[in-house]
């Protein structure tokens, strides 16, 4: 037995003084005591047991109030000391010594050190196995301040304590007659499965064995012989413990039984003391599409004393005025026992003393908002409540509860709402711990779903947000435990948006676009149902709900459900619905509840851009649905409000040539700007997050919202945005100038959403008709305002990186068209600004550069420009070279669009280009792109792209030169070594589309070249056996490039290409993963492309290998022509459209240089393929009714 006889003494000196030497009357009381104490030795006469008692009771007693000035080595010091001095055969001193040993460490929060924690483990262990059993509930207690936050340092104790035969594992079983005992023996067992940040977990088998306890524990029902309480706070206990293992321990439930068990017992348990709800559920849950069992017997008819009050409100609401409303962000009740609890460790030994022992923390409600702003549905703070361990201390008052109107019954409420809560937060610590596709198994035991007609709707976490009293519903109670009602809803919302929270795939399954009568329901329609009733309880919520911080919550809620609904397969009316009852809480008096209204106004706008019922819902009147009386926001002004402001000439002259795409002015775009610019008209409470003293504009969060709500209008519903484009021009220049840089990131991040709006509106397959296309001289005035304004400020910003990319991203987001029109020395500014940029050092700053001037050297005004380009081609080899892979990832990408840019100009009649660039640098650029094809993934699937085009680019003069002789072929082994490997799908189909490239230029010695039967190998291996059907596609387009019959090769390279082709055709329905079926057609289509091209370079030479397949494999080759032949109009893989006149013109074409082919004498191979191709045009123009184009060949 690990538990040690406690023998031998420490030596005692005088109490240390604490460290930083406080002021002499902090700890005096402590440390007199102290010195008594480390005075006495051991004594078992009756005045020494007495002097112990009463230095005891006087060190209980005192007075620890926060900053002390009691050091923990001088805590452990003295416990070490009081346990030497007291025997184990002393039940009462034993028993005193623990309740003091319990009181320092939950009072001074002092974590003891691993020397004195053996010596104490080993004194309580044996405490525990000598004295009567009346002491074990103090002693218990001692130990659960001993081994908090020290489980990894009891290693050697824990076979005592968790073994088969362990005491906590007899002392919490079901068997254990003393309900005290028992809650503190499970108490112990959560504290040891605390972790602390750094140090080890408790081993796995011990994990197992704790969490099967805490799990028997939640299972087993209340005993008669125990209280309400402490039923209570032993599942509060249990629970904390399984929340410990899951968050610290990184506990995995793998088991299926494991976790349908944990998650049956956490729904019963999240509903214990709910009124009028008493559930039955079985003892595992399993993962099915359907609505699991959860029994709940009949009602009794008597009337609950909650039903009776609830009655008794409802009178009170008919007769007299609303009541004032119950104040929120009162202190949290403390519970009785004075039991330590886990808690975060801050500092060296010494706990945070803020920090306690509740079941959720105090800021479960609404944590306060980041000055960045929250995202789209605000995920960082969705869960930042269970973020921590925090159990807040109890306390032994009862002064909460000892009003006549609440008493005793509110206070068993208040625990009842705490195990609720502490369910909530040990389910939200599961969902962290497993696998989104598992969790969604369990999608309908958790989240409701339409009930059917006459039937009760299911339990689910919207039953506790709807059901659990709040202070709408009940009378006037203890402030304190309505507090715990509202944290009890909002945690149930916060577990709710932790399951919504990337659930786009799992709900994009769902469809109810039109009525269903079928003899089932699909899964389709059941999670459209269930999307539907997540909207309604919401929304019922949301009326419902009177707490500020719960608001918040359910806001945030509905963002993160409408950002991962597919709205494009369900009915209309739900996003309307949502909208409607948001907006009068757009001036609502809280900020935070306006800050995550606009966040769910920016998910609305966002999810599935642009959607018609959004569309129309934008193009509502500005007046509808805004009032309220508990407005804070700035007035909506009229729309030339922006004229009355000192704002520039333009804007008139925009007014004029500003296109007019919607009659009826966008409210929220107004809203929004009004929020950023204006100037607030009166104060707001809550929290004002973010927004400095004497502010006189909006708090910070709610203008960041608010420009995040403009960008995302921009990107998603860029017609109607664009009206406004020169007023939101005024306010990017405004965010960009003022001090603030999460303000200015924003302004910079709605500048790059517009600018890619208008290259969208110019790009050349856009439907946006050109008269309501926002024209280029209004764009060329919009960037010359840009250029002339802030914008250069917020681009030499070197104290603020991320500021300075930002800027570099949305100067990147010029639309080419308005660039070439800007004034010279606008267009120099930009250049040189960016080409300076690309020594920055610091990473960020470096990456966006490298991509700016990536898409720059594409400008049709920049890309002829040799100088511009030659720069452009130095800075991005420069950036290929550093140590960060984002930058050489987004340097490897401007290098593939500058050698496009080569190919580009090398097609232009004008070869002034092509001379006058530098053969050096081309060479340095082959190297360049040599050593990147061989850096991660990311950058080589650029690199290749870039080798073929500088391969296909470069002219006979250059591969004339010896130099150029051993790069060339350096460069085409790294693509046909890229071809080959086991690499990203994306990097081969880049290394087969650059080796197609590599095939155009007829200056290289294809053919006749040692590496030519080495690529064509390749290709044919990919062609054949690639898993990737697009890659294959693009390797069969790789092999039909060369023009030639010579490129090919020898006799028996062709031979080899014709077979591999045939068998590619033979094998392209054989795949595994049926995502690649979508590519079959394509396949087959390139390949017969391929095969035909083959046919139409043959040489008499290549007949006869051509003949023997034909024999053996004719009838499928046919086939599979045939449906090329007849497929009509199909834009390819390799992105050119075929015509049926197209097709079957290529196949002609075959048959004539066939036909014309001097066969030798006797050669019957000739006959046989033209007789194939005849028979496959035959039956083509026989399906089609037309054989007057085969006339002239069958007769030759």
Request: hydrophobic fraction near 40%; include cysteine.
């Amino acid at each position: 037995m690990a538990a040690a006889q406690v023998a031998g003494s420490l030596m005692c000196g005088p109490a240390k003084e604490a460290q930083g030497e406080p002021p002499l009357e902090q700890g005096r009381g402590f440390r007199c005591l102290s010195a008594r104490l480390c005075a006495l030795r051991p004594d078992d006469s009756s005045s020494s047991r007495t002097e112990i008692h009463l230095l005891f009771d006087q060190l209980i007693s005192e007075n620890y109030s926060e900053g002390s000035g009691v050091a923990p080595e001088d805590v452990s010091t003295l416990l070490v000391q009081a346990c030497q001095l007291v025997p184990l055969n002393q039940n009462h001193l034993v028993s005193k010594l623990s309740q003091l040993i319990h009181h320092l460490l939950n009072t001074l929060q002092v974590i003891v050190d691993e020397q004195n924690l053996d010596f104490l483990l080993a004194y309580t262990i044996s405490a525990i196995q000598q004295c009567s059993s009346w002491t074990h509930m103090q002693i218990l207690q001692a130990l659960a301040a001993l081994v908090y936050c020290n489980g990894s340092k009891c290693q050697k104790y824990l076979p005592d304590l968790l073994g088969k035969s362990g005491l906590l594992m007899k002392l919490s079983d079901l068997a254990q007659s003393d309900p005290e005992v028992r809650r503190a023996a499970v108490h112990c067992m959560a504290n040891l499965c605390l972790s602390v940040p750094g140090q080890p977990y408790l081993e796995e088998p011990y994990q197992n064995i704790c969490f099967q306890a805490f799990l028997t524990t939640l299972q087993s029902p209340k005993s008669s012989d125990m209280d309400d309480i402490t039923f209570c706070m032993l599942l509060q206990n249990a629970l904390k413990g399984i929340q410990s293992l899951l968050n610290g321990g990184k506990m995995k439930l793998t088991q299926t039984d494991e976790l349908g068990a944990l998650l049956a017992v956490l729904k019963k348990t999240m509903f214990h003391g709910l009124p009028g709800l008493n559930i039955e559920m079985p003892t595992v849950l399993y993962p099915t599409p359907l609505p699991q069992y959860d029994g709940r017997p009949p009602i009794k008819p008597q009337q609950t004393e909650s039903s009776t009050s609830r009655l008794a409100v409802n009178k009170r609401k008919k007769s007299k005025v609303k009541a004032k409303k119950i104040q929120q962000g009162e202190e949290e009740e403390e519970e009785s026992s004075g039991e330590r609890e886990v808690a975060p460790v801050t500092g060296s030994g010494r706990l945070n003393p803020h920090k306690g022992d509740t079941q959720c923390p105090s800021s479960l409600g609404v944590p306060s908002l980041p000055l960045a702003g929250s995202g789209a549905a605000g995920k960082d703070q969705v869960s930042s409540s269970f973020s921590s361990s925090s159990w807040k201390r109890v306390s032994s008052s009862e002064s909460d509860y000892s009003d006549a109107e609440g008493g005793m019954q509110s206070k068993v409420r208040s625990y009842q709402a705490k195990v609720r809560q502490g369910a909530l937060a040990c389910f939200l610590s599961t969902i962290k711990s497993i696998e989104k596709k598992v969790l969604y198994g369990y999608w309908s035991a958790f989240v409701p779903d339409t009930p059917e007609l006459g039937s009760p709707q299911s339990v689910s976490l919207m039953t506790l947000t709807l059901k659990d009293p709040s202070p709408k519903k009940r009378r006037k109670s203890n402030l304190a435990v309505m507090d715990s009602y509202s944290k009890t809803r909002a945690c149930a919302l916060q577990v709710l948006s932790a399951i919504l929270e990337g659930s786009k795939q799992f709900l994009s399954v769902a469809e109810d676009t039109s009525d269903h009568r079928r003899a089932f329901t699909p899964f389709s329609v059941m999670i459209a149902s269930s999307i539907k009733e997540l909207h309604r309880c919401l929304l019922l919520a949301l009326v419902a709900e009177s707490s500020s911080q719960t608001l918040t919550q359910i806001i945030k809620c509905l963002a993160n459900l409408v950002s991962n609904s597919p709205y494009n397969r369900l009915k209309l009316s739900l996003l309307t619905k949502v909208w409607n009852q948001i907006k009068p809480y757009i001036r609502h008096k809280d900020v935070n509840v306006r800050v995550s209204s606009l966040t769910l106004l920016g998910a609305i706008v966002s999810t599935h851009a642009p959607l018609p019922e959004v569309q129309l819902l934008l193009q509502q009147p500005c007046s509808s649905g805004l009032s309220n009386s508990n407005s804070a926001t700035p007035h909506i002004s009229p729309p030339d409000w922006w004229k009355k402001a000192p704002s520039g000439p333009f804007l008139e002259e925009a007014a004029v040539s500003s296109p007019k795409v919607s009659s009826e002015p966008c409210w929220l775009i107004r809203l929004c700007i009004s929020i950023v610019v204006l100037p607030k008209e009166d104060a707001c409470s809550g929290s004002d997050a973010g927004s400095t003293g004497g502010s006189t504009y909006e708090p910070f969060p709610l203008r960041l919202e608010a420009l995040q709500v403009l960008a995302h209008l921009a990107r998603g519903y860029f017609s109607m945005t664009q009206v406004y484009l020169m007023e939101l021009g005024e306010v990017i220049c405004k965010c960009l100038g003022e001090a603030d840089p999460s303000v200015q990131l924003h302004g910079a991040k709605l500048l790059e959403e517009l600018g890619t709006g208008l290259i969208q509106q110019y790009k050349p397959d856009s439907s946006i008709a050109p008269d309501q296309r926002v024209p280029v001289s209004l764009v060329v005035m919009f960037w010359t305002v840009m250029l002339n304004g802030p914008l250069p400020r917020a681009l030499q910003n070197s104290e603020h990186p991320t500021l300075q990319a930002s800027a570099c991203d949305a100067l990147s987001s010029i639309l080419p068209e308005a660039f070439s029109n800007l004034l010279s020395d606008r267009q120099i500014l930009c250049i040189t600004m960016l080409l300076g940029l690309n020594d920055s050092k610091n990473r960020l700053v470096k990456a966006a550069t490298s991509r700016a001037l990536g898409v720059y050297v594409l400008f049709p005004c920049l890309r002829q420009d040799v100088i511009f380009v030659a720069d452009t081609a130095n800075a991005i080899l420069m950036s290929l070279q550093d140590k960060s892979l984002n930058v050489r990832a987004k340097a490897a990408w401007s290098l593939g669009n500058l050698t496009d840019t080569l190919i580009v100009n090398m097609e232009t009649p004008d070869p002034s280009f092509q001379e006058e660039f530098s053969g050096l640098l081309l060479l340095k650029m082959l190297r360049s792109a040599i050593e990147a094809s061989k850096d991660k993934d990311k950058v080589k699937s650029n690199a290749v792209r870039a080798l073929g085009n500088l391969l296909h680019f470069l002219q006979p003069s250059h591969i004339e030169k010896p130099r150029f002789a051993e790069i060339i072929e350096e460069a085409i082994q790294a693509l046909i070594s890229t071809v080959l490997i086991e690499a990203a799908m994306k990097v081969r189909w880049n290394a087969c589309y650059a080796m197609g490239n590599v095939f155009k230029n007829s200056a290289l010695p294809l053919g006749t070249a040692l590496w030519t039967s080495q690529a064509y190998n390749a290709l044919t291996s990919v062609v054949t056996s690639c898993k990737n059907f697009k890659v294959r596609i693009r390797s069969a387009a790789a092999l039909s490039v060369p023009g030639k019959r010579e490129h090919y090769g020898s006799v028996d390279q062709y031979a080899q290409i014709w077979n591999a082709l045939v068998t590619a055709l033979q094998k392209s329905e054989d795949t595994t993963d049926f995502l690649e079926f979508k590519y079959c057609a394509s396949l087959r289509t390139q390949i017969c492309q391929a095969l035909i091209h083959l046919l139409s370079l043959a040489s008499a030479s290549d007949l006869s290998c051509i003949k023997e397949t034909l024999e053996l494999n004719g009838d499928m080759v046919q086939s599979y022509i045939l449906q090329f032949l007849k497929s009509g109009t199909e834009r390819d893989d390799t992105g050119a459209p075929h015509s049926p006149q197209e097709r079957d013109q290529m196949v002609k074409t075959a048959l004539e240089h066939i036909s014309s082919v001097q066969a030798l004498a006797g050669d019957t191979a000739k006959r046989a393929i033209m007789g194939f191709l005849e028979d496959i045009l035959t039956v083509y123009f026989d399906s089609s009714g037309s054989q007057v184009a085969l006339l002239g060949l069958t007769n030759r």
